[in-house]
């Protein structure tokens, strides 16, 4: 039986929610389903914020959330009346039955269950307090009656509990507690939902990693050197893994003064032929952007983790959006062609990572990886290589021995590539500058040699589009000719994938084309997927269309925009409702 | 003190014998003739041969200014970097790469306009980096406008009525910051400077060295040699440099710079801090070093 289900859990900030989407997510995947997950949470740490905890749990390959949600558990009933319209038809709603402050007419979650869903009272103060003595563990007591309602092996949850609350004390004691005073009373609860867990997919051996994990996973299998960094929404995590993570591999990470800072020390770290990264989000960017603009002109490789959120300025930082891939890809002065990849889910956000620090050495230059909130946030279960796949030097060898005076940094070669003399090699000794130079490094203002340098420093990089190993871009769905092609990049591809499903179930020939290369951009290929679309829709979480203008300035042809900047994920339904506007007009077109 | 004869053939001889040419670029300085920073670029060569430092293991990180074309004019290796950021990118280098010494040169204007946000934190880090401050109270490479470090009523084409602001004071922040060496030298007394590049060279962890140079082209009021020259006197006879509030007393005289050490003090590097956090986390010391 296939497995499909998505549980919400809804409560304030401090009431554990977050806590109990972790535990349940990391139990379900241990006891082998795939998961996917993303929590919404409110800017403070403490108050009295909405928190709420979704995951999607299947045996199949899920792309991202569903819009319906098959459990909701309200932790508290203001913050779940909103949620209880999410839940489906014969799903099931677990919420607080005895509530001891008074509740006004209509405040009380009950009071707006629709007929067809299955209502489940529960006393979870009172199973709390009767366990533990405290209503702390109010969390665990609705793990607990979910494994026990929906009959889920209790040894997975043990297990996580441990881990999560090891060396804490009493801590983990209650929460074991509190879990089997929840897992009792679920257990023997009759159950009139359809909700239905099979049997999890057959020795899937995943890992849990949200994209900001996976990132600092990317990198320490890269064998990163050196991290320099600057807190900041939502790119943090990368740099407080990685501070844990380093420091065993003997690596060395500082945390900077400002990502001016940041980027310079990344720049200096890479010149000295270490593999070093920085990690920011679009203000964050904006500050680099001169900075990258030396490392394109100098050509020292660097890598750049970018976690997209609301903007411009501070604007929302714990929403998620993708307004930053104009900055990305043009953002600093004078003519500046750098690397910028987007990993479109988990398993990308690795990849993406370890594969920046061999493109960045390979063609000398910065490379940014572009991720936003979501994805950087988002959990999925991970199927890990067995070994890291990722080359652990990349550098055009230099020739071996004292290098000697026509040693030329930046000497015209075939593939643009000059090989690289690093900081203690014999005879090597050269100046690299911001300041436009000949082949030894030397400042050189004169027309044809700015035109030459310029040349190099585009065209060196046209051998990414080839780079080995790694996916520049890929088609999903129908072959040949299609009503709706839906041209998508980063987080949102999730979303468009599960759009093509439905729209195949409608009737409705469509195709994806990620695109996780976007500069330089994959011209060719993107066009000839043009070709064979009646329609091109390109949804997107930004206001201006901004990856809709780069295909129409790279390839010359016309699409159809979908944008939406609500701070939250693309909604499945509302790309669905553009495919099959579009679908309408292609088949009038057909007829 | 009767200036002594000096006869070409034999200082060529003596300066060819030395070794010090070999950490002289074939570049030569683009600056203004009688320029301060020619004794600079003069002594910091030989300041490397007399430690020992192969041009190779040797990188000379600059911002922008005048004073930041210095990679250029050196044999080593060299990272001419943006308006105000030499120090973290020094720090980087640094960070990335122990056997390197690195020394970060730059102007009044690079270091403490612009780039003054990165000098506390270089200093406070104690950094094992050397940092040579040019400063000649003027922006020289855009012909000549008001610095941080400039007089108050200094005229430029930027303050034409006059500077109606306070000069910082460098040494008095370097001093406060935390760097574990201070000192002072004078363009206009080379072989004293020599020596103390040498030494702020050879002190392991941030030293700063303050260096009063005159912008010959854009000020013929101020800082002329023969002003700074009459200013300028030797450190006092008792000066004890592990004294931090006798040091900051000499900072505070501007009206007559004294020249040598002020400050000297011992305690762990950045590097050391990391590799303590290295050894905390269970790791084994020792970056991995991609270089030859």
Redesign the interface.
Known sequence: MKTDIQIAICGSAGEGTIAAGDILRNALAGAGYRVISFDAYPAEIRGFGKCVARLRVTTEQAYSLKEKSDVLVCLNDEHGIPHVGEVRDFGAVIYEAKSIVHLAEGSHVSGHIRPAQVPYPLAIRELSERATGAIRSRNMVVLGYIAGLFHLAKEPFEKIINTKFKGKGKAAEDNHKAFDAGYETGAATFKLDDVNFGPPGKGLQAVMLNGNAAVAKGCLDA?I??F?GYPITPATTIMERLA?EM????????Q???E??AI?????????????ATATSGPGLALMS??LG?GIM?EVPSVVFVSQRGGPSTGIPTKTEQSDLNIAIYGGHGDAPRIVLAPTNVEGCYRCAGKAFEMAERYQTPVIVLLDLYLSNRYETVVMPAKPPFEP?C?KP?PKGDLGAGYKRFGFTEDDVSPRA??????????????EHNELG??NEQPEMHEAMSRKRHDKLKAALQHPDFTHYKRFGDEGRVDVGILAWGSTVGECLEVMFLAHLEGIACAVMKVVMLSPFPTEAVAAFMDDCDAVLVPELNYQGQFAHLIQAETGRPVHRYNRVTGTPMRVEDIMAQVRRLAKTATRKAA | MTPQPIYLEEKLKEVQESGRLAYRSK?MPTWCPGCGYFSIVDGLPGALNDLGIA???A?V?SGIGCSSRF??FV????????HG?VL??????K???D??TVIAVGGDGDGFAIGG??V??AARRNVDLTYLLFDNGIYGLTKGQTSPTSSVGFKTPTSPYENPDQPLNPLLMVLTYGATWVGQAYAGRPQQLETMIKQAIAHRGFSYLHILSPCVTFDKTDRTYVRLGDLVRDLPANHDKGDLGAALHLAMDTATPALGVFYETQRPT?ADA?DG??E?????????????
């Open positions: 064998g050197d050196n320099f844990v420091p065993k591999r003997g690596k060395r990470l500082l900077t003064e400002d001016i800072a310079s020390t990344t720049i200096g770290a890479g010149y000295t032929g270490a593999r070093s001169e900075m030396l100098a030097n550098d230099v690093l900081p203690g090699m014999a005879g090597g000794m050269h100046v690299v500058t911001g300041l030397r400042v | 570049s041009p190779k293991d990188v990180v990679p250029f044999n080593t290796y060299g990272f001419h970097t943006l950021r973290p990118v020094a720090t980087g280098i960070t990335a790469n056997a390197l946000g990165h506390p934190h950045l990391l956090l290295v905390k986390a269970g790791g084994s010391v020792g970056q991995k070093r991609r270089t030859a």
